[in-house]
């Protein structure tokens, strides 16, 4: 008997391919899936399961992104720059809220007044005296969602201010005396004119006449661009403050128009006393202006670099 015996599957030994069958090369695969299509390799198949994860992660950070994105809009607001809407027109034409015309909507800059207190020739965004008889009627809301769309349109600059905003321009400063007017109908401060290109529509010279006032310190005189229709200092002289507002209770300098698109710019601060002439320095004369302009971003940069770290570490 022939110990000879005919071979078959068992005799294949694992890892070895029969004889003259071609052996798979690294990375070759030689599976082929039901329709004869070859698989994907491992590195591009997907992973149903870990999408889903990603997915479920993203909606369970989105609360939190949103409350950080809450947060950080209120303190770019509270303390940064505040987008306000202009519906009055007793800033024309500096700044357009005549009735039937697209109102201008300015950003209000605070860090310049964290360094010193606002000059003659600032725009000014501030929360008017009590005794201040609002340009502007504005319906309050009647529940907390509208309150907060409120919010966020008065945020944003595309809803009216509250009725105690009032945007003026400063004139005259704490210790100074103001008066109207000159031989030639100007305002005068501490007896020197005024240089107000910028005034439009002026009330009748007949109809100017105030003052003098000295102006208390810790206080402002501001007037409005558009003489014979701004309800100013001088239309308030009567009241507890002669007119004047107080420095506190300025929210900051208006110092860009962003809306309509064809009025885009910055809002300037000339020099209506000629205090730069003469060499006479204004209470902000002496501050960093690059430091004023950088704070915004230095601080911003600080405020977001935890969060980004946080984000990175958890991926």
Same mark, same amino acid.
Request: some cysteine.
């Given at each position: 008997?022939?110990?000879?015996?005919? /071979? #078959?599957?068992? *005799?294949?030994?694992?890892?070895?391919?029969?004889? #003259?069958?071609? $052996?798979?090369?690294?990375?070759?695969? =030689?599976?082929?899936?039901?329709?004869?299509?070859?698989?994907?390799?491992?590195? $591009?198949?997907?992973?149903?399961?870990?999408?889903?994860?990603? %997915?479920?992660?993203?909606?369970?950070?989105?609360?939190?992104?949103?409350?950080?994105?809450?947060?950080? =809009?209120?303190?770019?607001?509270?303390?940064? !720059? &505040?987008?306000?809407?202009?519906?009055?027109?007793?800033?024309? &034409?500096?700044?357009?809220?005549?009735?039937?015309?697209? #109102?201008?909507?300015?950003?209000?800059?605070?860090?310049?007044?964290?360094?010193?207190?606002?000059?003659?020739?600032?725009?000014?965004?501030?929360?008017?005296?009590?005794? +201040?008889?609002?340009?502007?009627?504005? %319906?309050?809301?009647?529940? +907390?969602?509208?309150? =907060?769309?409120?919010?966020? /349109?008065?945020? !944003?600059?595309?809803?009216?201010?509250?009725?105690?905003?009032?945007? %003026? $321009?400063?004139?005259?400063?704490?210790?100074?005396?103001?008066?109207?007017?000159? =031989?030639?109908?100007? !305002?005068?401060?501490?007896?020197?004119?005024?240089?107000?290109?910028?005034?439009?529509?002026?009330?009748?010279?007949?109809?100017?006449?105030?003052?003098?006032?000295?102006?208390?310190?810790?206080?402002? +005189? !501001?007037? /409005?661009?558009?003489?014979? @229709?701004?309800?100013?200092?001088?239309?308030?002289?009567? *009241? %507890?403050?002669?007119?004047?507002?107080?420095? *506190?209770?300025?929210?900051?300098?208006?110092?860009?128009?962003?809306?309509?698109?064809?009025?885009?710019?910055?809002?300037?601060?000339? *020099?209506?006393?000629?205090?730069?002439?003469?060499?006479?320095?204004?209470?902000?004369?002496?501050?960093?202006?690059?430091? @004023?302009?950088?704070?915004?971003?230095?601080?911003?940069?600080? /405020?977001?670099?935890?969060?980004?770290?946080?984000? $990175?570490?958890?991926?």
């Amino acid at each position: 008997m022939s110990s000879h015996r005919p /071979g #078959g599957p068992a *005799d294949v030994v694992s890892g070895d391919p029969p004889e #003259g069958r071609h $052996r798979p090369a690294a990375g070759e695969h =030689a599976e082929a899936t039901g329709s004869g299509a070859p698989a994907r390799p491992w590195w $591009r198949r997907r992973h149903p399961a870990h999408g889903e994860e990603r %997915k479920g992660s993203l909606l369970r950070e989105l609360p939190v992104l949103l409350l950080i994105a809450f947060v950080l =809009a209120l303190v770019v607001k509270t303390f940064f !720059v &505040q987008a306000f809407f202009i519906p009055s027109g007793s800033m024309e &034409q500096t700044l357009h809220g005549c009735p039937g015309c697209t #109102g201008d909507r300015v950003l209000v800059n605070k860090v310049p007044y964290w360094f010193h207190d606002p000059e003659p020739g600032d725009i000014v965004v501030f929360k008017g005296p009590d005794t +201040w008889t609002p340009e502007v009627t504005v %319906k309050e809301p009647s529940n +907390w969602l509208s309150g =907060a769309l409120l919010w966020l /349109g008065r945020t !944003v600059g595309v809803a009216p201010p509250s009725e105690d905003d009032f945007v %003026k $321009r400063v004139i005259a400063v704490g210790g100074q005396t103001v008066q109207c007017c000159d =031989a030639q109908g100007r !305002v005068t401060v501490d007896g020197k004119p005024l240089d107000e290109p910028y005034i439009f529509e002026n009330t009748p010279i007949e109809q100017r006449a105030f003052g003098p006032v000295t102006v208390p310190e810790g206080r402002l +005189w !501001v007037m /409005g661009d558009h003489r014979s @229709a701004s309800a100013d200092s001088k239309a308030h002289l009567g *009241d %507890k403050y002669s007119g004047t507002v107080g420095v *506190d209770d300025v929210i900051g300098k208006a110092a860009l128009i962003v809306w309509p698109l064809n009025r885009f710019g910055l809002l300037d601060s000339p *020099d209506i006393q000629g205090a730069d002439a003469a060499g006479i320095g204004g209470a902000g004369s002496g501050s960093p202006p690059v430091v @004023a302009a950088a704070a915004p971003w230095a601080l911003g940069l600080a /405020g977001t670099a935890p969060i980004a770290a946080w984000r $990175r570490r958890r991926r």
